[in-house]
Each structure stands twice: as structure tokens, then as C-alpha cells.
């Protein structure tokens, strides 16, 4: 685990968080992801404006490898928010796959925005569809990264097998784009938020030209062998420097979650706060953008939304039996 993330983490999982914080204060730890992703910049954002807006509420953020890695913190007492995509949640939540017979007690605080699964690689690296990756050099995304789960179901939809038929690295997306332009990979794979700054400065860099494989025909054999955790999607053209063309790819859902102990109270402050002061999030990330009360749904969120959340989108007239 980073230096970062014990030396917080530490001091992060206060039980005063799980059981009251009126009279107390409280220390919050949002575990968020990569510094080159999306999840790193809304983390410090969230825990900022938490702290600022909620009283007797001090919250840090720091950087990890992702929703594994968060998902893992929280199961471990030492986060209490964090970010996942959903699949991996409902991996977690469960006890299946990478959680195999170790159950997360998590729940949903809200649906944030969706994830976009990036196939990335430049001209010349040979790669033009998904069969392509075969004998390449590939990075899955980092070891406790959602990404690397999204990762392996998309390449089993293509009958490709990452222990076999790829030479497989293991890296942010950040590590991932330096590495391509150092000419030491072919290609990763990303799921995040969009624009996604390693990807962006991939793109940007002088005498490359970036490419973006298509990949959203792989959608419905994971929906077949998973549940309903993705959907087709597009990256826009132009959305990435010299990405011409729309990107046809695969989606999930991003949610917002804490360990089910924290508080009734306490949750709904949290995503009271969050919904009220959004354009504090969006002016860290345009992606806070899609925060939408349309979106905080039972098929989006795929694990149970905690009592507290319940109880605030009730109050803005959503259901969510």
C-alpha cells in the first residue's frame, strides 16, 4: 500500500463516523484513486467541501489504486467513503470473484457518473480492433483497480485470455501512457471519467497519434455472464487530441460508498451536501456534470443505497424500492 494512503488511512475510519458526530469531531477519509484518473481530483474536491460545509467534519482524501484498493480500505475499517465502479461494488458486496467468501459491508451513498472503458494505443503499435492485442504488450489497469476486473471480462468477450494470450503489464493509466510513449507498451486499458488527463496527454504528445479501439460489441456477452452492469456507450469524437472518429465502447456506472455502519445522520448530510454544493465538484471536474438526481437508481448503483441516502432522495421525491 503508498506511503500516502497508510499514513491516512491511520487516522482515517474514526468510529465517532459510524456512531455520531453532533458533538464530536470527526475525521473522514475519502479513498479515491490514481493521481492521472478522475476519481484522485473529485476526492480532494468531496473532501473539501465536506469539511468546509459539514460541522465537526474534518476530511482528507488521498490517492489509490482504485475501487479494489477502496473497496478493501473500507472492508478494513481504515475509509469511510470511497469511489467504485459498480461492478466491482457488486463484486464486493457479495463476497464473489476478486472478494471471493470476504463480503464488503457497503452500501450506496449516490450514482456519480459514468465510467467509460478506454482502449487506448497510438498509430503504428498494429493495433486496430480488439483481436489485435493478441502478442501485444498490454497494461490490465493496476492490481486493485476496477479497471483491471472491466479489463479481463472485455477480452473474454473477445475470446482472448489475459494470463495467455497478451503480454499483460499491470499499470496506472498514468505509468500506462508513459510507457507507450517510451515505446514500451502497445496498449491499456482505462476505465474512468472523460477527459481522463493521462489520456489526454497521450494524445498531446508531439509526433504520436492517438487511437481509441472500438469495443462496445463486447457489451452484451458480459451482460450475459455478469448482470446488467454495462451498457454501450461513445467518447466523443475530439473529446481526446487527435481523436477523430467516436469511440464505441463499453460503460459502467460510478457510485459513491461508505461502510453500512456509518450513521443515518451522518450519510444523508454527506449527500445533501454533495448534491447541494455540486458546481464546487464540477469546478474541479466537468465530469461532476452528470451528478443528476435521474441517475440515483436500483440498476445504476447495483448495491443497496444506505438508509441515510434513502431517506434524502425520498425527500426529493425518489423511490428507490
Known sequence: MKPLIKLLALVAGSWLALTGYAQNKVNLFV????????????GGGLADILTKHLPNINATSGSTDGSMAN?????????????????????????QQKFQDK??????????????????TIEGSG???????????????????????????ALEAYGIDPEKDIIRERL???????????????????????PTPAVTDLGAT?????????????????VKKYGPLYVKDVIPAKTYP?????????????????????TDQLAYDIVKTIFERKEDLVRVHAEARNLDYKYQTPG??????????RKYFAEKGIKLN
Do not use: C
Not at 242 to 260: C, Y
Open 31 to 42: 479513498a479515491s484513486g490514481p493521481t492521472a484518473g478522475v476519481y484522485y481530483p473529485l
Open 71 to 95: 473497496l478493501l480500505l473500507i472492508g478494513q475499517g481504515r475509509a469511510d467513503i470511497g469511489f467504485t465502479m459498480a461492478d466491482a461494488g457488486w463484486d464486493a458486496y457479495k463476497g
Open 103 to 120: 463480503p464488503v459491508p457497503v452500501r450506496a451513498l449516490m450514482v456519480l457518473y459514468p465510467n467509460r472503458m478506454h482502449v487506448v
Open 127 to 153: 493495433i486496430n480492433r480488439m483481436s489485435d492485442l493478441k502478442g501485444k504488450r498490454v497494461s490490465t489497469g493496476a492490481p486493485n483497480s476496477a479497471t483491471q476486473i472491466m479489463a479481463y471480462r
Open 172 to 194: 496506472d493509466p498514468g505509468k500506462s501512457a508513459d510507457a507507450i510513449k517510451d515505446r514500451k507498451l502497445d496498449a491499456f486499458f482505462w476505465v474512468g471519467g472523460v
Open 206 to 222: 508531439p509526433g504520436l497519434k492517438l487511437k481509441l479501439i472500438d469495443h462496445s460489441d463486447a457489451t452484451d456477452g458480459m
Open 242 to 262: 487527435g481523436q477523430d472518429t467516436p469511440n464505441q465502447i463499453a460503460t459502467v456506472w460510478n457510485v459513491l460508498v461508505a461502510d453500512e455502519k456509518m
Open 300 to 309: 445504476a448503483a447495483v448495491i443497496p443505497f444506505h438508509p441515510g441516502a
